[in-house]
């Protein structure tokens, strides 16, 4: 599908931080397990972020917890190199008039310092972390509220099957990169494919 037919009467473009613009190794597996460790917890924390609440007896244990996965975060955040090939592609879709929306599972802090690593923090015009919901879909749509977007003029980009399933939902066109998820309208190895044919 070329760039333009893509793009026709949508005004912006919401998507996932880890593991769709950038991979920021994160051991997923590892950090479950420091955190079931130091909280004393047998649940499984599958998808970490929504678990955490789950697993834990009290509000101050989903504080001790998250503090944990923040500093992993972090210092994955500080990992991350520039990458002009996606402040090209986001540009693009600014000059388009294009709004920029982030959704991510993370924290403010290390999402915000992981755009800042990439040279694409000053491109976005909404970010939505954790500490507004845990929930996929709730992200997306307090983007789409704060952008002033309906969920038909938007593509929303997610590398998960759950980001897929909120996407679809919502009625947003939906975009799956990295690894091909069931019930995606497009997929791609790498956001800015979808600029391949400019």
């Not at 038909?152 to 980001?163: E, L, R």
């Amino acid at each position: 599908m070329r760039i333009s037919e893509l793009l026709q009467d949508k005004k912006a473009l919401i998507t996932d931080l880890d593991g769709t613009l950038v991979d920021l190794k994160i051991d997923w597996d590892s950090l479950r397990e420091r955190v079931r460790k130091a909280m004393g917890w047998g649940h499984p924390l599958k998808p970490l972020g929504v678990s955490i609440p789950q697993a834990a007896r009290n509000e101050e244990e989903v504080r001790k917890a998250f503090l944990i996965v923040e500093e992993a975060e972090l210092e994955a955040a500080e990992r991350a190199k520039p990458d002009a090939r996606l402040r090209e592609f986001l540009n693009k879709m600014k000059d388009r008039g294009i709004k920029l929306g982030l959704v991510t599972m993370q924290a403010s802090r290390p999402a915000r310092r992981a755009l800042e690593k990439l040279g694409v923090l000053d491109l976005f015009d909404v970010i939505v972390t954790r500490d507004q919901s845990l929930n996929r879909k709730e992200q997306i749509l307090l983007a789409l509220k704060k952008l002033g977007v309906d969920p038909k003029n938007c593509i929303f980009v997610g590398d998960m099957s759950w980001d897929v399933n909120a996407g679809k939902e919502l009625g947003c066109l939906t975009v799956c990169v990295r690894e091909e998820v069931q019930g995606a309208d497009i997929y791609v190895r790498k956001l800015e494919d979808l600029a391949i044919d400019e």
